[in-house]
Nanobody, 119 residues
Framework: QVQLVESGGGFVRPGGSLRLSCEVSGATLDSFAIGWFRQLPGQKREALSY??????RKDYADSVKGRFTILRDENTVYLQMNNLMAEDTAVYFC??????????????WGRGTQVTVSS
């Protein structure tokens, strides 16, 4: 059974950086994508980025393009977040699914990690 565990969230000042980690267990990363998403209370989950474990293909939402980078090292997928802004404050999730920026397409989710950007 595939399990995903996020870590690395926390508090950061505007302009700062954080690196989130998504550790995947229970499966070999070679046949699906790992995506990063975020959600504010009462709002829809927003897709940020994914990386295909089959061919390494990546994609980013326009809201984070140029600031966030998705990386993979064996069974861990990272989201490097630079130049963070207050509007990046949210709970961040990783999930396993098809290589699309569509949250509803992903079926296996981690529990999330809180990111707070504030001065």
């Amino acid at each position: 059974q595939v399990q995903l565990v996020e870590s690395g969230g926390g508090f950061v000042r505007p302009g700062g950086s954080l690196r989130l980690s998504c550790e995947v267990s229970g499966a070999t990363l070679d046949s699906f994508a790992i995506g990063w998403f975020r959600q504010l209370p009462g709002q829809k989950r927003e897709a940020l980025s994914y990386i295909s474990t089959r061919d390494g293909r990546k994609d980013y939402a326009d809201s984070v393009k140029g600031r966030f980078t998705i990386l993979r090292d064996e069974n861990t997928v990272y989201l490097q977040m630079n130049n963070l802004m207050a509007e990046d404050t949210a709970v961040y999730f990783c999930a396993a699914g098809p290589p699309y920026l569509i949250p509803e397409a992903y079926k296996i989710w981690g529990r999330g990690t809180q990111v707070t950007v504030s001065s």
